[in-house]
């Protein structure tokens, strides 16, 4: 978590670095800090809370200055407060670093250095490592890019860094393990960005490095920029990118936050997924990292799919998926749990790791663990050029373009477009699907954008429930098979933005214990829709009523026996019961964000949360 916006070459760097931080605020948000350097003087500004609040208090202040480092927090050592925010100097005040991740053995190494006198200001792992790499530099006589890269030899942790002395103020270093960081070249090299996404300098330049884990790069004004592996000293030939990602993309385009912005591109997002992939008039589905490999996925006779939160209730999805379609075996993990459990892998399953940013600690640990025991590692992400993305043997993109809000959304339903791609395609060849299912299915996929987009017409009616429930202090969540991850995802979504307490049940568990809530003050939204155990989830919502429960189904277009019953219907159009879960998660996206705008919630930023996290 944490963002890094750094900047250097011949125009003001506040104006860039702030506005990079405001783009890079979706990563953590709890405090904020600039350095600027301006020839022979150096400016630092710190605050507690969002980039904003950093804005007012630099506003009137010098803020000149054409080398500037940026960050905007998430806590891991130390409370949010002024003092804790990054940028830190060390001792000397000559050289300055912002960071992102966790140094693990950092109190190790401050008893070391504070035995030979150093202090220190803050309670956080990143002052320890400027001041770690002040001393290895005085120690060595060295410059300050080998200082840095002696000095991360002897760090447990994970990191991206950026670093500059203020003596030599035509450079910058960066490194990174563990956590991103992209690197932006300007024309001639006269200049260069620094961030951990490329948004922050994406009206400036299209040429981008992105570093790979272990490297270290040294960014000097006027020259190439000099790639090194920080363990054994090798350069690296730089492999210098061209940005698709435009301004539009990561702008708000009229909608009132990102969340609904993304909410409302998911018919485009889910379209973008298959694009290519679904060759509806030639009845196939082509993908290239499937085919590759495809007598690897024909003989699989497991898949083990590792991911965490929203990610993780889509591999639940795609665990009735795979099952259903390719009668393929399939186990969902939690990656913070698979890591750390000595899992049993055989070299006869696929690991297929999902994640919307590619940079989640847990599922990157998961997929290396599962590498080192022989596995092959298939990855579904968002994030192009993310660490899943290049750590994992093959994979396929979901294409849904950046993701702001915290909460995911289009995220999850482009992840569910790509598995139910595999699982079609797997289950036709293994011959459980003929060709005509297939066919079908294939068909019936090609309408669900335009079914997203009819759906997304009830959000008036949405408000209106939204506006009777905004205040009830817990939620139930029930659905069936296909639909019971759904439950998971619109609890999810429920608590993390609108900070209502919400659960997510299989509906027939609730007799095993929830049942117990149920009374006149507890909204039960279920998912009842057509197929798939429906006259069973009838009967859950009878259970429900006779206890008077409030009931808001998620029905078939036209269904009227629930009509009888339930409190509010919210209809979603007619669709094959493996595609249910592509609609029935778009009316609870829109509760949760009008319940949560109603409660005046931050959407986009919940409290205490980031959007990737890059640590354990
Ligand atoms: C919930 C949410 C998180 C993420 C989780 C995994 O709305 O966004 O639960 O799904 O942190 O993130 P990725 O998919 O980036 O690995």
């Not at 969340?259 to 993908?287: S, V």
Request: aromatic share 6%.
């Amino acid at each position: 978590m944490c963002g890094i916006v750094g900047y250097l070459g011949n125009r003001e760097a506040y104006p860039i670095v702030i506005s990079g931080l405001q783009r890079l605020e979706y990563r953590g948000y709890d405090s904020a800090g600039i350095v600027l350097n301006n020839d022979n003087e150096t400016n630092l500004y710190k605050a507690k809370g969002k980039v904003a609040t950093l804005k007012k208090i630099a506003e009137n202040k010098n803020t000149k200055g054409k080398l500037g480092l940026g960050h905007t927090r998430w806590a891991t050592h130390g409370i949010p407060n002024d003092i804790n925010s990054h940028p830190h100097f060390s001792n000397s005040g000559n050289l300055v670093i912002v960071h992102n991740g966790i140094i693990e053995n950092y109190n190790t190494i401050k008893k070391e250095l504070s035995a030979r006198g150093y202090t220190f200001n803050s309670d956080t792992d990143t002052e320890v490592l400027i001041n770690l790499i002040e001393e290895v530099k005085l120690k060595n006589n060295c410059k300050l890019g080998k200082a840095v890269q002696l000095a991360l030899t002897n760090v447990v942790g994970a990191y991206a860094i950026a670093v500059f002395d203020i003596q030599k103020p035509d450079e910058i270093i960066v490194a990174r393990l563990g956590s991103p960081i992209a690197i932006g070249i300007g024309e001639d090299n006269k200049e260069f960005f620094v961030a951990s996404d490329a948004s922050p300098f994406i009206e400036y330049t299209k040429d981008a490095v992105y570093l790979d884990e272990e490297e270290l790069a040294i960014i000097k004004l006027g020259k190439n920029i000099r790639i090194r592996k920080i363990q054994d000293d090798s350069f690296v030939e730089p492999n210098i990118q061209e940005l698709k990602l435009n301004l539009e993309q990561i702008e708000k385009g009229g909608f009132d936050h990102f969340m609904l912005k993304e909410i409302h591109e998911q018919p485009n997002a889910i379209l973008d997924t298959y694009r290519g992939r679904l060759l509806a008039d030639k009845g196939i589905i082509k993908m290239g990292s499937v085919d590759n490999h495809i007598a690897k996925f024909l003989n699989a006779k497991r898949i083990v799919i590792v991911a965490c939160g929203t990610s993780w209730h889509a591999g639940l999805v795609a665990e009735y998926l795979f099952e259903d379609l390719a009668r393929i075996p399939v186990e969902v993990e939690y990656a913070s749990e698979f890591r750390y459990r000595n899992p049993i892998i055989n070299k006869d399953d696929i690991v297929i790791a999902i994640s919307q940013s590619g940079e989640t600690a847990d599922t990157l640990a998961a997929i290396k663990l599962a590498k080192s025991k022989g596995a092959f590692v298939f990855g579904v992400c968002n994030v192009v050029g993310s660490s899943i993305a290049r750590e994992t043997d093959t994979g396929a993109y979901t294409h849904a373009g950046p993701e702001i809000g915290v909460a995911s959304t289009k995220a999850f339903t482009t992840q569910i477009t790509v598995l139910a791609l595999m699982a079609l395609k797997l289950g036709n060849l293994k011959g459980e699907l003929s060709n005509s299912e297939h066919y079908n299915f294939i068909q019936e996929m090609s309408l669900i954008p335009s079914k997203v987009e009819d759906l997304l017409k009830i959000n008036t009616e949405i408000e209106k429930i939204a506006a009777i429930y905004k205040d009830a202090p817990n939620c139930l969540y029930l659905g069936r098979g296909y639909n019971f991850p759904v439950a998971l995802e619109g609890a999810l979504k429920l608590k993390e933005i609108s900070y209502i307490h919400a659960e997510g049940y299989p509906a027939a568990e609730m007799k095993h214990g929830p049942i117990a809530l149920i009374d006149e003050s507890m909204p039960v939204v279920v998912i009842a829709t057509k197929k798939g155990h429906y006259e069973k989830v009838v009967s859950n919502i009878q259970e429900i009523k006779s206890r008077n429960g409030k009931i808001i189904a998620i029905v078939t277009k036209g269904d009227t026996v629930v009509k009888e019953i339930a409190d509010h219907v919210i209809e979603i159009p007619e669709t094959e019961e493996a595609f249910t879960p592509l609609l029935t998660t778009i009316p609870l996206q829109l509760l949760s964000y009008h319940i949560a705008v109603m409660r005046g919630c931050n959407v986009d930023q919940p409290r205490n949360l980031a959007k990737s996290v890059t640590v354990e």
